[in-house]
Nanobody
């Protein structure tokens, strides 16, 4: 069983930064790909970023490239999403997800709220 717990969300002004963390637990977590998704009010959930089990091959939503960075520390079983130069349209609940075979993510966290004020 894989469990994911997100943290690090909050309220920030446009142009500011936040770092989200996803603490993962479970016997196979170090072998799984980890992704971040977000869901804004009234919108469907969208992919933001993901990284392979080794920390390599990160990929991003086009609109966040150059501003968001995903990384993982398998020793700490934690994946991070560093978000810089945040824009109000980034306001959403951010979810961490894990899966063996992208684009399928079988395990999901509860989410953390990110609010960017203009």
């Amino acid at each position: 069983q894989v469990q994911l717990v997100e943290s690090g969300g909050g309220l920030v002004q446009a142009g500011g930064s936040l770092r989200l963390s996803c603490a993962a637990s479970g016997p196979t977590v170090s072998t799984l790909n980890i992704g971040w998704f977000r869901q804004a009010p009234g919108k469907s959930r969208e992919f933001v970023a993901a990284v392979g089990w080794s920390g390599g091959h990160p990929y991003y939503l086009d609109s966040v490239k150059g501003r968001f960075t995903i990384s993982r520390d398998n020793a700490k079983s934690t994946v991070y999403l560093q978000m810089n130069n945040l824009k109000p349209e980034a306001t959403a609940v951010y979810y961490c997800a894990a899966g063996a075979t992208p684009p399928n993510f079988e395990y999901w966290g509860q989410g953390t709220q990110v609010t960017v004020s203009s």
